[in-house]
């Protein structure tokens, strides 16, 4: 079973710049995450898809940042005129459709603005 | 409101000591489901275990125990006979039924360090 992958792995760019994450989930999972990581603390929840639709978004997800999941199969996030607070590791989960299912992550994406 | 505190921030030990991390949960939901994850040093979260409120048996898988107490709002991990590979950052976390989303709420982790 191929896991969650996530691309870039690593991603550094100036204030101001646009950047966009992908996330392919494990292939049967209907439910996909993301979450943001900053150090020492646990992930924090910021939007959430039921195969393509996007069923909610967190008071954390400012109006710089957009997710989609055209096909209901891979996601992006992109974030505009990135500011140095949104650096942090961006995370990607999965899971099936049964209730309390587990999440499976992916190795994350590491952004640094500077 | 929902919330898991992570009291311990690290802990430090010997190889083959044991250790108890400890994980209590807020949520005013009476269905909701209770995980531990492993962070190590690669940075990836590792899945441990999943159990539900109606379900307050203990667990054990190999040196991983869980104890989940309902009138104390306990979800706490103990690694038996701990290894150097047992070091990561361990989070536990919550989702409640009552949230369609399933969304995951994280404690702010446990940092253990199994030294040699």
């Known amino acids: 079973d191929t896991g969650v992958s996530q691309d870039p792995r690593h991603k550094i760019t100036k204030r101001g710049q646009n950047v966009t994450f992908r996330c392919d989930p494990i292939?049967?999972?209907?439910?996909l995450y993301w979450y943001r990581q900053t150090l020492g603390q646990g992930p924090e929840f910021l939007t959430y898809f039921q195969n393509e639709a996007q069923l909610e978004k967190s008071r954390l997800l400012s109006d710089r940042f957009s997710a989609e999941r055209p096909k209901g199969s891979f996601s992006t996030l992109e974030i505009q005129r990135t500011e140095q607070g949104d650096s942090a590791m961006y995370l990607c989960?999965?899971?099936?459709?049964?209730?309390?299912?587990?999440?499976?992550f992916g190795p994350g994406t590491r952004l640094t603005v500077t | 409101a929902q919330k898991v505190t992570q009291a311990q921030t690290e802990i430090s030990v010997v190889e083959k000591e044991d250790v108890t991390l400890d994980c209590v949960y807020e949520?005013?939901?009476?269905?909701?489901?209770l995980f531990w994850y492993k962070q190590p040093p690669s940075g990836e979260l590792v899945f441990l275990i999943r159990r539900n409120s109606f379900d307050e048996q203990n667990e054990i898988s190999g040196r991983y125990s869980w104890n989940f107490q309902k009138s104390t709002s306990s979800f706490n991990f103990t690694i038996t006979a701990s290894q150097v590979v047992d070091s990561a950052v361990y989070f536990c976390a919550l989702s409640e039924g009552g949230d369609s989303s399933y969304k995951l709420i994280f404690g702010s982790g446990t940092r253990l360090l199994v030294r040699p």
């Open positions: 949520t005013r939901d009476t269905t909701y489901y």
């Open positions: 292939s049967e999972h209907n439910r």
């Open positions: 989960a999965s899971s099936k459709t049964q209730d309390g299912d587990p999440q499976y």
